[in-house]
Antibody
Framework: QVHLVDSGGGLVEPGGSLRLSCVDS????????MTWIRQAPGKGLEFISY????????TYADSVKGRFTISRDNAKNSLYLQMNNLRAEDTAVYYC?????????WGQGTLVTVSS | DVVMTQSPLSLPVTLGQPASISCKSS???????????LNWFQQRPGQSPRRLIY???NRDSGVPDRFSGSGSGTDFTLKISRVEAEDVGVYYC?????????FGPGTKVDIK
């Protein structure tokens, strides 16, 4: 059974950093594109980034380019999102998901709050 | 960016009655591989989104057959043949053809 578990969220001050993790099981992680999506409180859904199975193809939304870095460790079945220079507008629930074009499985989400 | 619009944004429905949500994209959604990456998601309160329909009209495993998707080009529709209490939530369409992939604003379905 496919299972994605997000973690690493919390409260951080503006300008701070945070690293999110997504540990996956129930499928061959190294075969799939993976993605991060976020949802601000009471708002809609926004794609942030995706990464290819080997990690050689990476794409970012303009809103996070230069501040966020996606990566993966296929040996650990894990996806990561390093978030630097955080802003108040980055406050959201962050979800990892499989297959960016189709989003067949999602994690449960982890809340990131950027506030002083 | 491809803009996804949905209508209505709020949909009060009577139990047992049909419901329909429209989704329109600002660009055609046929990808170079021939697929149309238009998907529908349901988000119940306090939960992660759950995919219902992928590539326009394919229903996910475990999704009741009262849910169906249709459309082509830039116009797409999600239909619920007979609404049940468990269908309350927000429904999103999403395009996975043109980066950045984008979601519609969501349609909130609740019971009258």
């Amino acid at each position: 059974q496919v299972h994605l578990v997000d973690s690493g969220g919390g409260l951080v001050e503006p300008g701070g950093s945070l690293r999110l993790s997504c540990v996956d099981s129930g499928f061959t992680f190294s075969d799939y594109y993976m993605t991060w999506i976020r949802q601000a409180p009471g708002k809609g859904l926004e794609f942030i980034s995706y990464i290819s199975p080997s990690g050689t193809t990476i794409t970012y939304a303009d809103s996070v380019k230069g501040r966020f870095t996606i990566s993966r460790d296929n040996a650990k079945n894990s996806l990561y999102l390093q978030m630097n220079n955080l802003r108040a507008e980055d406050t959201a629930v962050y979800y990892c998901a499989r297959r960016p074009r189709e989003l067949d499985y999602w994690g449960q989400g982890t809340l990131v709050t950027v506030s002083s | 960016d491809v803009v996804m619009t949905q209508s209505p944004l709020s949909l009060p429905v009577t139990l047992g009655q049909p419901a329909s949500i429209s989704c329109k994209s600002s660009q055609r959604l046929v990808y170079s591989d021939g697929n149309t990456y238009l998907n529908w998601f349901q988000q119940r309160p306090g939960q992660s989104p759950r995919r219902l329909i992928y590539k326009v009209s394919n229903r996910d495993s475990g999704v009741p057959d009262r849910f169906s998707g249709s459309g082509s080009g830039t116009d797409f529709t999600l239909k619920i043949s007979r609404v049940e209490a468990e269908d309350v939530g927000v429904y999103y369409c999403m395009q996975g053809t043109h980066w950045p992939f984008t979601f519609g604003p969501g349609t909130k379905v609740d019971i009258k």
